[in-house]
C-alpha cells in the first residue's frame, strides 16, 4: 500500500514535534537567540518540516530553524555529520533544499555552544547579504 502525502505529512509533523520537545543543547542554545523574533525580528521556526512531492514521490526534511521570510534554513550538526554516508546524505538533501529556494547555513554543535556571538555575527551578516541581494 503506498502512502499519501497526507500521511507523510501528518508522519513528518509528528517527528517533528518529538524533536521540539527534545532539543539538543545546542539547538536548544541558538533557538534561545532566535525565539520571539528577538534576532533582527525574523520569525524562525524550529524543528521545521519540508515537504515536497517530485515525480510522484513525496520528500520530506525537518529543518532545525528555519525563516520562511528569506528561505533560510539553519542547520546545527553534530559529530554524526562527520560521518561519509552522512556527509553524501547532507550534500543531497544541501542540493535538494537549493533547488527549492533555500539559502542553507552550517554550524557545529562546537560553534553553537563555544562561539555563539560568532554564529550570531554571521547570521546577521548572511541575512543582510540576503537583505542587499534578494532572489
Known sequence: MRTSYKEYKELIN???????????????????????????NLKFLRQHPILHLQKQQVHFFIADFCCHEYKLIIE???????????????????????????????????D?????????KKLENFISRLQRNPT
Do not use: C
Open 76 to 110: 546545527v550538526d553534530g559529530d554524526i555529520h562527520n560521518k561519509e554516508e552522512q556527509k553524501e546524505y547532507d550534500v543531497m538533501r544541501t542540493e535538494t533544499l537549493e533547488e527549492l529556494g533555500y539559502h542553507i547555513v552550517r554550524f557545529t554543535n562546537n
Open 14 to 40: 509528528e517527528r517533528a514535534k518529538k524533536l521540539r520537545i527534545n532539543p539538543t543543547l545546542p539547538e536548544d542554545t541558538l533557538w534561545g537567540h532566535l525565539r520571539r523574533r528577538s534576532f533582527m
Open 112 to 120: 553553537v555552544i563555544h562561539n555563539i556571538e560568532d554564529v550570531m
